[in-house]
């Protein structure tokens, strides 16, 4: 004797397997709605920007004619502003990262550093914008210059490089310290010698995040006056200079078509340099992670 | 008096190493001081934005009242003899982009991170969430590009009342900004909900829908709140989307289809122009920029408080 029916409860069953496939496609649809997004945004760029991208582009300096116009005055400036970031946000982010994870009793100080990085996360760009304004450019007498805006965006990507840093320095096993202290060498021998080199790629790889952030960032940069339109390129880095975001923008706000084509090139320079930075990350990751 | 000597010339040894030590040693206590000042750094930063902020609202708010401040309905502050500073329009601009941007976003974000969590296999997920990730790595003034070359010319097509700058497409941007955001700290939240309780409701019968919907969501809702409210944060702060899409006409209206001006925006059109240092409209971004702060700030605070507070352990 049966005691299941098994097509009464196939019967049953049927609205709810029925919701289930439902709701799994259209899952799958958000899922690829993301993609089909980051595809249209990607094939629109390209096909504006690309009759303008060529070898001559990158070298011109800005112009009023579309088609002399070009981004290497933007371009060096990006990268000047590179080379300000890169040092000072990475020896203020990983000394940090160190004290809190190795030195720092667990007191309430440290928990109010923490607790103050992870609210820094989240205070907008364009405020960092206003503190950089009001410290670097006015009382410093800085002026919008590569040092301005380069300490004003260390100061906002150096929550990204704390906390990929920690992690890199907690992810160290114990037992490596351990054979070191056996060894006789002391706590600052043992971190910079064992726990640094085991967590350098993390730290590099949250250092390249952290600076493809600073070269796409723009509010905080308008904020301290760079100019949108710059034909020299900056000679020290107390210059006033300008960036490709900053480039961007202005060919953006222009109403001729043209110039949006121009802004699409532009885009497309942007872009190589932060696919070229994320290849190194990974680059980096691959090829110097070891799990322990 | 062979032992004797052997015993003396290592207590040579070592005393003598410890001399040599002894200069590394002050140095091994220089270490956590310098790197104590680094990571005061951090704290210095906060410290300053929050004074700067305050000093230079102060000066605006001798200048214009505080009460005027909060209730005036009209932002009008280039007028040397009517200016107005009212930073209701101001505000409605920010709520207003951040309320579409939300509508956008979490229904895509919580469903990709449902799909993601709960449907997808390692594999799948290996691959679409790095990809998902790359739209959060898209620097913002790319998607400014993106919502007034591409969205606002096909809503325009859609609907032909809409001005060239709205709140709508910058809105509708963002929340494919913040997309990433949410799924990505959803699926997180989904993900650490243990195996064994979605084995135990599949064992009583329910499908994956119900067990995602039933069991993981609400096991998982207060990681869902946090990044929800984190990405109000975000959108609440963005700036170029809003600056290249949403135009410049602060309007006290929920209409959506109009030109406006969010908190962000008014500060970098200023910013642009040629305003002298000491005006009140100089000092004005200040005051706007704090309020834009506290938004943000109370976000933060929310966000935090409801992960920590509605966390379930396992």
């Known amino acids: 004797m049966k005691l299941i029916d098994h097509s009464r409860v196939l019967n049953h069953m049927k609205p709810r397997v029925s919701f289930n496939i439902f709701f799994r496609s259209l899952f799958l649809l958000a899922t690829l709605f993301g993609l089909l997004v980051l595809g249209i945004l990607l094939y629109r760029i390209i096909s504006q920007g690309l009759p303008y991208f060529n070898f001559q582009f990158l070298q011109n300096l800005p112009s009023r004619n579309p088609e002399q116009a ?8 990006s990268i000047w502003l590179m080379a300000v970031v890169a040092p000072v946000s990475l020896i ?28 820094l996360a989240g205070v907008p760009s364009i405020v960092f914008g206003l503190l950089g304004l009001t410290v670097f450019v006015r009382a410093f007498a800085l002026g919008s210059s590569v040092l301005a805006a380069g300490l004003t965006m260390s100061l906002l990507v150096l929550p990204v490089i704390i906390v990929a840093s920690q992690e890199a320095i907690r992810s160290v096993p114990k037992e490596l310290r351990h054979a070191s202290y056996g060894l006789g060498a002391t706590k600052w021998q043992t971190i910079l010698r064992v726990v640094l080199p085991a967590a350098i790629p993390g730290i590099l790889t949250g250092g390249i995040l952290a600076l493809s952030r600073a070269i796409g960032e723009t509010a905080p940069l308008v904020v301290l006056g760079l100019p949108l339109f710059l034909a020299f390129l900056p000679r020290s880095v107390f210059d006033i200079f300008t960036v490709l975001p900053m480039q961007i923008f202005n060919w953006t706000s222009r109403p001729q078509e043209e110039f949006q084509a121009l802004a699409a090139a532009g885009i497309m320079v942007l872009l190589i340099l932060l696919l070229l930075l994320n290849t190194i990350a990974v680059l980096i990751r691959n090829r110097y992670q070891r799990r322990y | ?31 956590p001081i310098l790197l104590f000042i680094t990571a005061l750094i951090s704290v210095l930063t906060t410290i300053g934005i929050v004074l700067t902020l305050i000093f230079e609202t102060i000066t605006f708010f001798t200048r214009v009242s ?24 101001l505000v409605t601009g920010t709520l207003k982009v951040t309320g579409i941007a939300i509508l956008v976003a979490v229904p895509i974000g919580i469903a990709s991170a449902i799909y993601l969590s709960e449907y997808a296999t390692e594999k799948t997920k290996k691959i679409i969430k790095p990809i998902l990730e790359v739209l959060a790595g898209i ?34 941007v963002i929340g494919i900004m913040i997309i990433p955001m949410i799924a990505s700290l959803s699926e997180d939240a989904m993900s650490s909900v243990p195996n064994s309780i979605r084995e135990g409701a599949l064992g009583l019968g ?10 993981v969501l609400p096991s998982a809702l207060s990681g869902i709140i946090a990044s929800i409210v984190l990405a109000v944060s975000r959108a609440i702060g963005e700036t170029m989307i809003v600056t290249v899409a949403g135009g410049s006409t602060p309007t006290l209206t929920w209409d959506v289809t109009r030109s406006i001006q969010t908190m962000t925006a008014y500060i970098v059109q200023v910013s642009q122009g040629d305003v002298g240092y000491g005006t009140t409209v100089y000092y004005s971004i200040y005051a706007v920029g704090m309020t834009l702060f506290l938004f943000t700030l109370i976000m933060n605070f929310i966000a935090q408080f409801v992960s920590r507070r509605f966390r379930e352990e396992y």
């Open chain 1, 70 to 77: 070009g981004v290497y005055t933007a371009l060096i400036g």
């Open chain 1, 92 to 119: 203020l982010g990983v000394g940090t990262a160190i004290f809190l994870e190795e030195y720092a009793k667990k007191n309430a100080i440290t928990t109010f550093i923490q607790i103050n990085i992870s609210n």
């Open chain 2, 1 to 31: 008096m062979g032992d004797e000597n052997v015993n003396h010339s290592i207590q040579d040894l070592i005393s003598k190493k410890f001399k040599k030590k002894r200069a590394g040693f002050s140095f091994e206590r220089l270490v």
């Open chain 2, 66 to 89: 505080i009460v005027e401040f909060l209730t005036a309905k009209k932002w009008f502050p280039f007028s040397e003899t009517h200016g107005s500073y009212g930073i209701l329009p």
């Open chain 2, 139 to 172: 620097p913002t003034i790319v998607y400014g590009y993106f919502a007034l070359t591409f969205v606002t010319p096909i809503l325009r097509n859609v609907m032909p009342g809409l001005e060239i700058f709205n709140a709508l497409s910058p809105g509708i």
């Open chain 2, 206 to 215: 329910s499908t994956k829908f119900e067990v995602a919907f039933k069991v």
